[in-house]
């Protein structure tokens, strides 16, 4: 045994990863009395050594009663300094003390619930944090994944509860529940002898307006359902194969030939290479094979088009005898009686005539919305003659009145059939539907097509999105007129006063100036006149914040940040910094770069600029690099343990060990993890990859006192104008002329 485990111990029969767990805690200056005992198996040991290694009261948990998972949410629960006293009993298990847990970090006490099941807790747990009441549902019997369409049901505002008796399951109600959100009939649908994908596919149909009739039969897969809404939504006519006789693969052969063939006539240019046939030779019968024919008729080799070409010196054709030729040759649509006259009476002195013509299928025009409000609103800024942007007169949204009509749909267009000279009827492609507009603050008329806004508000629309943000106008805030917290978006017509505060969910537009204040937003911030926030001020947003000019606040932003000019600020963006003016002083860091006209100033004031990869990023990475590998560790523990049983008893005797069974089921949870954090660990390397490349570009000057940081990578700077910052593949920063 190595010489870093007390003697006293030397008599016990550890397996390796034992001794492993207690030579590192012996190593580390831990009281290893505590779990260096042979009824602990390695992977309790590790959780009671990391426990005591953070500083935590393993006491709380040192028991071989708990399984390690069960050790693992206590030691979670301890870190966050949560009490875990409403779990610490080996009696819960481990998944229950995680919802418990995961509850009392958010103020949320979940001990009255235990006697439900850990997916049940879960639900409960989320409800509760959103204020959601679930307990009427759990009473009555409703399993966790029906809780959790209710639950989201409930948050998204629609009425789930005439589908709980009808025996759906939750992802079919999930289905339900999308098709409410998104206003279409759902009756169509919500039926047990429908299938979840089933219903899936007549929502998505309903959604995209379709004539969902044409499949909605329970006798058909969902993968018929889904190549006949396929068919649909290509606007070619399904009836040909939508019939249960065609297997899927049938009906996916018929509808990308169709589609194909009818892409080749819409797109069809020319009518081709001709195929000569000669029909007949004219005159009198008996003479037929006596002599040259006349004339010849030629088809194209779709039936498109038919010629008539006359043989030099020939006798000339009469009318009769050439229409009597299109007869016999089957072409009954599409004859050019004039030309055939013309070149009868010879006033068409042409070798070569066109003498039928077929019409190709003309496709119907797709559907569109109509909309009622400006959907061309530039929200770009105006860029002035001296370079700096007019945040002032920028038209950055528009506003509806609860009632008003935001758009009506008008559906698409049957096309016309084409035929060819032989009269084969050529089916035309109906134009394609639009899907309905999803999103919130409206709602759809029961034309299905017209759309109404149910809120006063700032209206967005894009793709098949519109959105009506609740807006909140006043006139100015101030200490007396108190602060703002609102469910939507704000509009300041005047100022915002010191020591007040704006918190909206949506976006926060002041028209005038902002003082020390604070505003919040889960949108965008735009400030027309700009912000002095004497060193206190700060705005946080989700989204993107843009004002005239920034001096003295804190502005972090998860999009952009632009501006004419910041003084003095601290500035954070997920995405860019764009400043058209000076960026003086302060310190300015943006993960995709930074843009700006004049770095700095002639007084050489310390400025600090930072692109690329930052302390939380970097953080982030370690976390998930260092959970790979103890996860991977953690792996290698039960696998060796489950060896040690299976070297020690009998597949008889194993099979009725519980703590066995936990093993082999640990196992499968651990390898599902490792998979997870290996997929999230390589998602960060690429994302890292990217941000890699970000740099500082200066279009003017650059002052002393700038210190630029690029990717870890500092530079001085010294008076330059017009340059790049940027990093080299040789990990030195390097400064470029633009």
Not at 216 to 229: C, D, G, K, T, V
Not at 249 to 259: F, G, V
Not at 533 to 546: D, L, P
Request: charged fraction near 30%.
């Amino acid at each position: 045994m190595s010489a870093n485990i007390p003697k006293e111990l030397e008599g016990y029969d550890f397996t390796p990863d034992q001794k492993k767990e207690i030579e590192e805690g012996a190593e580390a200056g831990l009281d290893i009395s505590l779990y260096a005992k042979p009824e602990f198996l390695a992977m309790q040991m590790r959780q009671i050594k990391m426990g005591m290694m953070e500083g935590l009261d393993a006491t709380v948990y040192a028991d071989p009663a708990y399984d390690w998972f069960q050790m693992e949410q206590l030691r979670k629960g301890l870190s966050y300094d949560i009490d875990v006293t409403p779990y610490a009993s080996p009696d819960i298990p481990y998944d229950k003390m995680r919802q418990v847990r995961k509850g009392l970090h958010f103020g949320i006490d979940l001990s009255p619930y235990l006697k439900y099941n850990a997916d049940i807790l879960r639900e409960i747990r989320r409800a509760l944090r959103y204020r959601v009441d679930l307990m009427p549902y759990v009473e009555r019997g409703c399993d966790a994944q029906e809780l959790e369409q209710v639950r989201l049901a409930h948050m998204s505002g629609v009425d789930l509860d005439p589908y709980l008796d009808m025996g759906l399951r939750g992802v079919s109600l999930e289905q339900v529940r999308e098709g409410l959100r998104s206003g279409v009939d759902v009756s169509v649908f919500a039926r047990t002898d429908y299938s979840w994908r089933q219903m899936q596919e007549l929502r998505l149909g309903l959604e995209k307006q379709l004539n969902v009739s044409v499949y909605a039969n329970p006798l058909f897969s969902y993968q018929q359902m889904r190549e006949i809404r396929l068919g649909l939504e290509g606007g070619i006519p399904v009836e040909t194969y939508a019939m249960l006789r065609y297997s899927t693969t049938d009906m996916r052969n018929k509808r990308t030939s169709l589609m194909e063939e009818m892409a080749k006539r819409e797109d069809k240019a020319d009518a081709g290479a001709l195929g000569a046939v000669l029909m007949r030779t004219p005159g009198k019968e008996q003479e037929d094979q006596k002599k040259e024919a006349d004339f010849e008729l030629v088809f194209t080799p779709d039936d498109m088009e038919v010629y008539l070409m006359l043989r030099e010196n020939g006798a000339p054709v009469t009318q009769d005898e050439i229409l009597g030729a299109l007869w016999e040759s089957k072409v009954r649509k599409g004859i050019q009686r004039k030309e055939i006259a013309a070149i009868a009476d010879g006033s068409n002195p042409s070798r070569n005539v066109l003498v039928a013509c077929g019409q190709p299928p003309k496709a119907g025009e797709d559907g569109w919305y109509e909309f009622f409000f400006r959907t061309d609103i530039n929200r770009t800024p105006k860029v002035l003659e001296d370079g700096s942007v007019d945040y002032q007169n920028v038209e950055w949204f528009d506003t509806v009145r609860e009632g008003d009509k935001l758009a009506f749909y008008h559906p698409a267009e049957q096309g016309t059939d084409g035929y060819t000279v032989r009269g084969e009827v050529l089916p035309a492609r109906k134009g394609m539907e639009k899907g309905v507009l999803i999103g919130y603050g409206f709602e759809m008329q029961s034309d299905k097509r017209t759309y109404i806004s149910t809120t006063d508000g700032w209206v967005n629309q894009y793709d098949n999105h519109l959105e009506v943000n609740s807006k909140l106008e006043v006139e100015e805030t101030t200490i007396a007129t108190g602060n703002i917290v609102f469910n939507g978006s704000v509009h300041v017509r005047g100022n915002v006063g010191s020591q007040t505060e704006i918190h909206a969910q949506g976006d926060i537009l002041v028209d005038g100036f902002v003082e020390a204040a604070l505003l919040e937003s889960g949108g965008n911030v735009v400030v027309r006149q700009g912000m002095n926030g004497s060193g206190t001020g700060s705005i946080k947003a989700a989204g993107n914040v843009s004002g005239r000019f920034f001096e003295s606040a804190h502005v972090h932003a998860g999009g952009k940040i632009e501006a004419n000019y910041c003084m003095n600020c601290e500035l954070e963006s997920k995405d860019i910094i764009e400043i058209t003016g000076n960026l003086v002083g302060g310190r300015a860091y943006a993960v995709k770069g930074i843009v700006v006209q004049n770095l700095g100033n002639r007084a050489a004031v310390a400025t600090y600029v930072k692109v690329g990869i930052n302390d939380e990023i970097l953080e982030e990475f370690k976390s998930v690099a260092e959970s790979v590998n103890s996860v991977s560790e953690e792996l290698v523990l039960l696998q060796n343990a489950r060896t040690d049983f299976e070297k020690k008893y009998p597949p008889e005797v194993r099979s009725e060990m519980e703590v066995y069974a936990k093993i082999k089921d640990a196992i499968f949870t651990k390898e599902e993890q490792y998979q997870e954090m290996t997929d999230k660990k390589a998602e960060l390397e690429q994302e890292m990859k990217k941000i890699s490349a970000a740099c500082t570009l200066v279009k003017g000057r650059v002052y002393e006192g700038v210190l630029a940081e690029v990717n870890g990578k500092r530079w001085i700077s010294r008076f330059m104008m017009n340059i790049t910052i940027r990093k080299t593949l040789d990990d030195k920063i390097a400064v470029y002329k633009n």
